[in-house]
Structure formats: C-alpha cells, structure tokens
C-alpha cells in the first residue's frame, strides 16, 4: 500500500483482525490467517516499541555527543591559549601541535605618494567657524552651543 504510513497499516490489520474474529464461526477457513494476522500485529507492535527505544537512544547519543564536542573545542581552545603563552604567539612549533601560529609582520619601506591635490574651489565655500542659529523656545535665534 503504496503511501500510506505505518501507524496507518497497522492499525488497518488491528481492525480487520478484529472484525474478522466474530466471522470466524461462518467462515472458519480463515482460522489460520487470522492467527498469522494476530502474530503479525503482536510482532509489528514490537518491533515499533524496539524502534522508538532505539530513537530515544539515538537522541541521547546525539546529545552527549554535541556536549563533548562543545568540551573538546573548550578544553583544545585552553590548552592552545597555554601553548601560546609558553612557546610564543608566533613560534613555528606550534604547528606541531595542529595550532597555526601568528604571522609575522615584514616591514616593508612605505612608497611615498604625493598628497592628492584637493579640487579647484568653485564659488566661496562657507566660512568654517561658522555655526548654524538655533531656535530657543521664545522665538529668538541663539548661536549653537557644543561642549
């Protein structure tokens, strides 16, 4: 039964199991599927309830896996910070370790540019010691006032 889903099939055999078993009486040929139907629920049932153990297990695993993990990236992130201190931020041995460590800075002659030769000015720029009026509350205009 294509797309239908377990809980669905079973609970489908569950049903027919159960109305099949009063028809017995008229229809006793099918005494031996019936019991093979009731075995085979009794087995499925089991095996579901073996199935939601396992996923509550893999949970659990799941779990104390990612809790070592978050330890093993503290625990690694403490000893690199001491392996650091003692060798040297930027010590070559640390690579031993699976720690990369800090380049290290050349210094280089700095090329000297010329400063940018600022555009030609068009018009008169605004005076910069200016500063903007404002308005107090009783209409007069104050200058601006910047500690």
Same mark, same amino acid.
Do not use: A, Y
């Given at each position: 039964m294509?797309?239908?889903?377990?809980?669905k099939i079973v609970s489908f055999c569950e +049903?027919?199991?159960a109305n099949l078993?009063?028809?017995l009486k008229?229809?006793?040929?099918l005494q031996d599927e019936s019991t093979q139907l009731d075995v085979?629920?009794?087995?499925v049932k089991s095996l579901d309830n073996e199935q939601q153990v396992l996923v509550g297990r893999l949970r659990e695993i799941t779990r104390l896996?990612?809790?070592?993990e978050l330890e093993g990236q503290d625990l690694r992130s403490r000893v690199a910070a001491q392996l650091r201190g003692? +060798?040297?931020f930027k010590n070559e041995v640390l690579l031993g370790f699976?720690?990369?460590?800090r380049k290290r800075v050349r210094k280089t002659k700095a090329k000297q540019t010329p400063e940018p030769t600022p555009p030609p000015a068009t018009g008169t720029p605004p005076p910069t010691s200016h500063k903007p009026a404002v308005a107090s509350t009783d209409g007069a205009t104050q200058p601006e006032f910047k500690p």
């Open positions: 294509p797309g239908i889903s377990f809980r +049903l027919l199991s078993k009063p028809q008229d229809m006793p040929h085979l629920i009794g087995r896996r990612r809790e070592s003692k +060798l040297g699976g720690i990369t460590p």
